[in-house]
Nanobody, 113 residues
Framework: QVQLVESGGGSVQPGGSLRLSCAAS????????MIWYRQAPGKQRELVATITSISTTNYVDSVKGRFTISRDNAKKTVYLQMNSLKPEDTAVYYC???????WGQGTQVTVSS
């Protein structure tokens, strides 16, 4: 069964940090590009960060220098380290694997004082 399961969301104050995890199963993770998206209330889903099978990364401008995407192929897990969080980062965060068109269930991140 092809599956992605996110974890690590929560509520933090502005300036805080969180690390999201996305555990994969049922497909060849090491060969797959992985993407983190987010969707804020009333807004369209937005691509946040991408990591290829050779760990080339790319970020939306609004998170550059604050977020880091990484992967551990032995654990079949992709991470999103989020630092210096801002209220506008509040959203449900999803991981996605395009080659298999699979999405996780999402994890809520809330940044508020």
């Amino acid at each position: 069964q092809v599956q992605l399961v996110e974890s690590g969301g929560g509520s933090v104050q502005p300036g805080g940090s969180l690390r999201l995890s996305c555990a994969a199963s049922g497909f060849t993770f090491r060969a797959s590009t992985m993407i983190w998206y987010r969707q804020a209330p009333g807004k369209q889903r937005e691509l946040v960060a991408t990591i290829t099978s050779i760990s080339t990364t790319n970020y939306v401008d609004s998170v550059k220098g604050r977020f880091t995407i990484s992967r551990d192929n032995a654990k079949k897990t992709v991470y999103l380290q989020m630092n210096s969080l801002k209220p506008e980062d509040t959203a449900v965060y999803y991981c996605h694997c395009p080659p298999y068109n699979v999405w996780g269930q999402g994890t809520q991140v809330t940044v508020s004082s």
